[in-house]
């Protein structure tokens, strides 16, 4: 499998012009954990990637010693346009680049690295991160998919009013009974471009009807929520929306369920 990555660094923000900033070289060193050096592989991935690099065969008894002077002294210089690391492997899963193969596992693992470049800006303490053009290119993709399973239940929505109610009402804290179709389907957009996720997972509840029910009869006042509890009355009938739903659901409850419609359809009146 060929695939090569890079190991980039943060951009280095100082008043020293940007010319001079760009020929800086920052190093990815070696740190300690639990009182020994960094070292990304299992005793048996180390004795494998290691042999041949350490002066010592796996079997000589100064193995150890060798082993933890290597991960003690692996330091990788990164210049402004990166490090190039070649990560392929053949058939048997062979590197084809050992040096490249140990220097990324050790990078990923390094807690002053991010595997992307948005996790390393996340924190002050990350100073590197992984480029892997490959996976971005997954990511995007994955994320292409999320908006076009969004934008097929939006389509589907649309030409039911009632369930675009349901789901908005849902989504957010707008009632759909104050709004124009226009306005409902104007907002289900925004969500849906917003969070296409989510939208989807609420479009596709099987428990849709039933949970913006018991929104409407909540903003209604026939429930209450505490939290995440929903109250009747004096009465927690679920200390979740979905423990409600469960609730209500069963037939034993259909009385209770009868009179909260009731209530709702008196104060329509």
């Known amino acids: 499998m060929d695939k090569k990555v890079y ?26 954990v639990n009182r020994q050096p960094l070292n990304p592989f299992t005793r048996a991935d180390e004795k494998k990637y290691l042999d041949g690099i350490l002066d010592v065969a796996p079997e000589h008894p100064d193995w150890p010693k060798h082993s933890k002077t290597f991960w003690a002294d ?10 190039e690391l070649d990560i392929s492997t053949d058939k048997e899963g062979n590197p084809r680049s050992i040096m490249d193969y140990i220097k990324y596992h050790f990078a990923v693992k ?6 992307t470049k948005e996790e390393m800006s996340k924190t002050s303490q990350k100073r590197f991160y992984i480029h892997d053009e490959s996976r971005d290119v997954k990511n995007k993709n994955s994320e292409i998919q999320r908006k076009k399973d969004a ?3 939006f389509i589907k929505l649309s030409s039911d009013p009632k369930s675009m109610k349901r789901v908005l009402r849902i989504l957010s804290e707008a009632n759909p009974d104050r709004l124009t179709e226009d306005q ?11 969070s296409p996720v989510k939208f989807v997972k609420i479009a596709t509840d ?8 018991i929104e409407e009869l909540v903003s209604a006042g026939v429930l209450r929520k505490i939290g995440n509890q929903v109250i009747f009355i004096d009465e927690v009938i679920g200390d979740t929306t979905e423990d409600a739903v469960v609730y209500l659901k069963d037939k034993k409850n259909s009385g209770q369920l009868t009179i909260m419609r009731a209530k709702l359809k008196e104060l329509a009146l």
Request: proline letters at 5%; charged letters at 30%.
């Open 151 to 153: 934008d097929k239940e």
């Open 184 to 194: 409902i389907e104007n907002a289900l957009y925004d969500l849906k471009s917003k």
């Open 74 to 83: 692996l330091t990788i210089p990164v210049g402004f346009t990166g490090v």
């Open 7 to 32: 190991l980039r660094r943060k951009e280095i923000m100082n008043h020293l012009p940007k010319e001079v900033r760009a020929e800086a070289v920052l190093k990815l060193s070696s740190v300690y």
């Open 110 to 115: 390094h807690p002053h690295v991010g595997l």
């Open 206 to 213: 099987k428990n849709l009807a039933l949970k913006a029910e």
